[in-house]
């Protein structure tokens, strides 16, 4: 069956920049399905010609494959573009005739992706449903819904209530980006595709797991959005507790949707709610310096820029192992990272006296950039005695494989375009996440917060943030990636 995919927000960034070159690169490789078309709606008027040079221009910049302009005229020839407003029904009676005549009246599978500002997703749904766009009479429909998915878990409800009046949940599927990198579906085959990791993948072994999303750039010209985000909401509640759940998560059954998501969500409510005193002993908020001075920003803003989160898995294989969560902006690099790290052999018979350190063994999953996957280990230095040294096995997508990595949409897309909806946020997935970051952010806003500490842009979060992994006996793993 042919596919229409609409985007609601064709003039917003995410469209030129992330959906429409990864919806040619996928064209330009021969996996987009036969006869995709693809129908921009916005405000501004243009004309399907004026809309297709706009996006020849920018995915000439951002595509990932190479534009070739003949694979491009290919690709734009189902390229549309439809005049609306989200909060007039009216436009919305109009699209479905234009998207009736598009297809000709003929059966045909429906993709409505909403790109716009998050605070139009109710009214975009409601519209869809009061013309008739969710009927199912001819053809599935479908709803991808971008992040933010609500600001706190009432407004997620709130979403998810509108949202089920006119779509089923099994038609919905939430974007989380991080959830379309290969490094993390990666850790998917590293974990359920090997025997040999999976008897070492629990408290016995492993002493704690280190999370760190670290961006280079500060907030830029987001920080309208941002100073009332923050990096709790912006970067936790999805990012972070996405990964923490595929590290954490029991082997599912099947790789199905349902299957994969019900271990997710078993991990989040697993996660220890914090109370009282955790707040200030297992969480750091830092704000970089100059951040007030950013256009946008309150100049006393509280925002946090940088966090960490201890969090505790309470379940039988993690009871005991600290999952430590931190991502924050203007940090050292950029760089996505997990650590694993082990505990130490339980009798050390070689001297600790020597010069040499003896690091415990440590597996490091780089999501980006130079993607890989390296095992830290101790060996003998030959001919020096009984002297140690950290070696490492070291796996590298870009020494491995050719090719670029492709952009996380282009798997998104597809999944969705394909109905696959393993690697998109399930309803309670996303309202569990929203249960706990909601209590650490009301924390933050109360005595019961930790200081904002403020830190240098370039470094690896304020210096606390040291001081207070040291005082549990652990070190960062502050490396940046070598960029080749
Ligand atoms: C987005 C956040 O979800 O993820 C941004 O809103 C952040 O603030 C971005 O910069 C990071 O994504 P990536 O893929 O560049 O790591």
């Known amino acids: 069956m042919p596919t229409t995919l609409v985007i609601f927000g064709a003039s917003v960034d995410l469209t030129s920049r992330k959906l429409i070159p990864a919806l040619y690169s996928l064209f330009a490789k021969g996996r987009l399905p036969k006869g995709t078309r693809i129908v921009g709606v916005a405000r501004t008027k243009f004309t399907n010609e004026a809309w297709r040079d706009e996006l020849a221009t920018t995915t000439k910049k951002f595509a990932d494959k190479e534009f070739e302009a003949a694979k491009w005229q290919a690709f734009a020839a189902n390229v549309f573009y439809h005049p609306g407003d989200i909060d007039k029904l009216a436009d919305f009676q109009a699209l479905a005739k234009t998207l009736d005549g598009l297809e000709g009246n003929q059966p045909t599978t429906r993709l409505y992706y909403l790109a716009t500002a998050p605070g139009l997703y109710a009214m975009a749904i409601a519209n869809l449903g009061e013309a008739g766009l969710a009927d199912e009479s001819r053809g599935v429909r479908r709803i ?27 038609q919905v599927y939430r974007i989380d980006h991080y959830l379309g990198k290969e490094t993390v579906q990666n850790i998917l085959v590293f974990r ?29 010209r987001r920080a309208g959005y941002y100073d009332h985000s923050g990096v709790l909401r912006d970067m936790f509640q999805n990012h972070l507790l996405q990964l923490a759940m595929i590290i954490a998560m029991e082997a599912p059954t099947r790789y199905s949707s349902e299957f994969v998501r019900d271990e997710k969500l078993k991990v989040l409510r697993a996660i220890k709610p914090m109370s009282g005193a955790d707040f200030a002993q297992n969480t750091i908020r830092g704000q970089y310096e100059g951040y007030r001075e950013a256009e946008g920003v309150d100049v006393d803003s509280q925002t946090a820029t940088f966090a960490v989160l201890k969090l505790h898995i309470d379940n039988w294989r993690w009871q005991g192992v600290p999952f430590y969560l931190r991502s924050g902006k203007a940090m050292s690099c950029r760089t996505s990272q997990i650590v694993i790290q082990f505990r130490p052999p339980p009798i050390m018979m070689f001297n600790e006296s020597s010069r040499t350190q003896h690091e415990p063994n440590k597996l490091i999953i780089q999501i980006q950039p130079d993607e890989g ?15 140690l040294s950290t070696a490492d096995l070291d796996f590298r997508f870009a020494r491995e494989f050719t090719g670029n990595m492709p952009d996380a949409y282009q798997r998104l897309l597809l999944d969705a375009l394909n109905g696959d909806a393993s690697l998109f946020s399930r309803s309670d997935e996303v309202e569990t996440a929203w249960g706990i970051i909601d209590p650490i952010h009301a924390a933050w806003q109360s005595p019961a917060a930790p200081p904002l500490e403020s830190y240098p ?7 606390s943030s040291d001081k207070w992994m040291w005082a549990q006996g652990r070190q960062w793993f502050d490396v940046c990636p070598v960029l080749h």
């Open 144 to 170: 991808v819904v971008e992040k933010p998915f609500g600001t706190d878990l009432k407004s997620a409800q709130e979403l998810n209530k509108a949202t089920h009046k006119v779509f089923a949940e099994k």
């Open 192 to 220: 359920f595709a090997n025997s040999i990791f999976e008897p070492l993948w629990n408290r016995r072994y492993i002493d704690h797991v280190q999370i760190t999303v670290a961006e280079e750039v500060d907030v830029g």
């Open 373 to 387: 996957i390296q095992l830290h280990f101790q060996t003998k230095v030959p001919d020096a005695g009984m002297t």
């Open 457 to 463: 842009k370039g470094q690896w979060g304020p210096a």
